[in-house]
């Protein structure tokens, strides 16, 4: 399956930074529908992820009833994408 939308790119702090994409409602209550059948455990559900050319793997992580997509550093620099940014986002998920 996959989902396209835009996300707003926001920072958690904890020991280390991390940036991550808020997932928008609407797909987040599909992801949400189908997550029995994606989720390897924890909530978590696999997703490759494109913004503009670059492209990679990582998994999506469930937070307070819907989903945040995690920035890695090396990719949010390849893609240009920084705090605040809302780039458009696509989402390819597939069972583990």
């Given at each position: 399956m996959e989902l396209q939308f835009t996300g707003?790119?926001?920072e958690w702090r904890g020991p280390a930074p991390f940036f991550y994409a808020v997932v928008p409602p609407d797909a987040a209550e599909l992801i949400h529908d189908l997550a029995p059948m994606l989720t390897y455990g924890w909530g978590v559900i696999p997703?490759?992820?494109?913004?503009?050319s670059v492209t990679w793997t990582t998994s999506l992580f469930p937070k307070d009833g819907g989903y945040l997509v995690p920035l890695r550093a090396a990719e949010r620099r390849?893609?240009?994408v920084e705090l605040g940014d809302e780039p458009a986002i696509t989402l390819e998920l597939a069972g583990p």
């Amino acid at each position: 399956m996959e989902l396209q939308f835009t996300g707003e790119v926001i920072e958690w702090r904890g020991p280390a930074p991390f940036f991550y994409a808020v997932v928008p409602p609407d797909a987040a209550e599909l992801i949400h529908d189908l997550a029995p059948m994606l989720t390897y455990g924890w909530g978590v559900i696999p997703a490759r992820v494109t913004i503009g050319s670059v492209t990679w793997t990582t998994s999506l992580f469930p937070k307070d009833g819907g989903y945040l997509v995690p920035l890695r550093a090396a990719e949010r620099r390849r893609a240009g994408v920084e705090l605040g940014d809302e780039p458009a986002i696509t989402l390819e998920l597939a069972g583990p």
